[in-house]
């Protein structure tokens, strides 16, 4: 049914284009365009302060930094252990994109925050994991690193 709703509206807004007149375009360059961080921010929910606070205790902003052996890279760090279960749960996504990754943590804070009631918790579970927070108590440190780096990047 979506599938017929889409090609139903397609249909309708390429025969109204197709009858217009072409509209001037022009582009605005006085607006700013929106950073990775900006753009993640929106769409996973997160705060774009604490995505640039993850940034920077995971990598100091290294989009190719790798960790773990290998197994975690860019910036946020993103485990690939995990990425069947991270693709089932918040959307496929490519572990080197810089958005797709940001947006990740973006929604794996959120998801954090709203199974520990606690943004402090829901930050160390980044570095940590959920169980992790719960059965050894949150790594303030982590914590803290995270929360003093909350402004944007040069």
Request: proline share 4%; net charge negative.
């Amino acid at each position: 049914m979506k599938r017929f709703a889409f090609v139903l509206v397609s249909i309708i807004a390429l025969s109204t284009c197709a009858t217009q007149k072409p509209k001037e375009f022009t582009v605005d360059f006085s607006e700013p365009e929106l950073s990775t961080y900006e753009i993640a921010a929106y769409i996973s929910g997160c705060p774009v302060e604490l995505l640039y606070g993850f940034a920077f205790a995971e990598s100091t902003y290294d989009q190719w930094a790798m960790g773990d052996d290998g197994v975690s890279f860019t910036r946020f760090q993103i485990n690939e252990k995990f990425h069947e279960y991270n693709a089932r749960t918040y959307g496929e996504y490519n572990p080197m994109c810089p958005l797709d990754t940001a947006i990740l943590t973006g929604k794996i804070f959120v998801a954090d925050l709203a199974a520990l009631g606690n943004v402090e918790d829901a930050i160390a579970a980044h570095n940590q994991g959920r169980s992790g927070v719960r059965n050894n108590g949150r790594d303030q440190e982590y914590v803290n690193r995270v929360l003093t780096h909350m402004e944007k990047p040069v």
